[in-house]
Antibody, heavy 121, light 110 residues
Framework: QVQLVESGGGVVQPGGSVRLSCGVSGFRLNSYGVHWVRQAPGKGLQWVTFIRDDINEKYYADSVKGRFTISRDNSKNTLYLQMNSLRTEDTAVYYC??????????????WGQGTLVTVSS | QSVLTLPPSASGTPGQRVTISCSGSSSNIGSNYVYWYQQLPGTAPKLLIYRNNQRPSGVPDRFSGSKSGTSASLAISGLRSEDEADYYCAAWDDSLSGLVFGGGTKLTVL
């Protein structure tokens, strides 16, 4: 069955960097688009970024553009989120989520359990 | 400020029917599928309705979705205590080139 498992969260100082990983199973990473969605404590869901299936097409929310980078390693079935120049407002649980189809416009159908990133001095 | 508009709260008694409405615009709901997610306390979101009105396997038929123009609705019939959760609508937005969510509706079963 489809599974997504995030890792890499923790406490990081403002201005710092962290890389999140999302290991997937039950589907081929190069056959579906994948999102990162975050949820600040006590708040709603906020979309962060999306990468489509087998071509290097990526989309970012304005709030993270230029600071965050989504990438994937199909051979390892792993998705990444490189987060630089972190701000306190980036504190959130970060979920990776599989798109229902391969290309842009595809909302998630499966979600990981999330990993918490806390930006604090 | 969320792009899609959901009521912050909704409530009902066991057995009742509750409807949650999600309002958007021509660039999101008006031109793309609407998805609904249920998030139980302390857990990850779970897909409840996809492509406006389709239920994934395992989702009870008490849950139904519909869409008309730039609005969508989630209906829950035969309300049960385990339906108490946060509900989110989502759609791709062609103008923003990104996924947009409603702010979430907290459903309370009285």
């Amino acid at each position: 069955q489809v599974q997504l498992v995030e890792s890499g969260g923790g406490v990081v100082q403002p201005g710092g960097s962290v890389r999140l990983s999302c290991g997937v199973s039950g589907f081929r990473l190069n056959s579906y688009g994948v999102h990162w969605v975050r949820q600040a404590p006590g708040k709603g869901l906020q979309w962060v970024t999306f990468i489509r299936d087998d071509i290097n097409e990526k989309y970012y929310a304005d709030s993270v553009k230029g600071r965050f980078t989504i990438s994937r390693d199909n051979s390892k079935n792993t998705l990444y989120l490189q987060m630089n120049s972190l701000r306190t407002e980036d504190t959130a649980v970060y979920y990776c989520a599989k798109g229902e189809w391969p290309y842009s416009g595809s909302p998630p159908d499966y979600w990981g359990q999330g990993t918490l990133v806390t930006v604090s001095s | 400020q969320s792009v899609l508009t959901l009521p912050p709260s909704a409530s009902g008694t066991p057995g009742q029917r509750v409807t949650i409405s999600c309002s958007g615009s021509s660039s999101n709901i008006g031109s793309n599928y609407v998805y609904w997610y249920q998030q139980l306390p302390g857990t990850a979101p779970k897909l409840l309705i996809y492509r406006n009105n389709q239920r994934p396997s395992g989702v009870p038929d008490r849950f139904s979705g519909s869409k008309s123009g730039t609005s969508a609705s989630l209906a829950i019939s035969g309300l049960r205590s385990e339906d108490e959760a946060d509900y989110y609508c989502a759609a791709w937005d062609d103008s923003l080139s990104g996924l947009v969510f409603g702010g979430g509706t907290k459903l309370t079963v009285l």
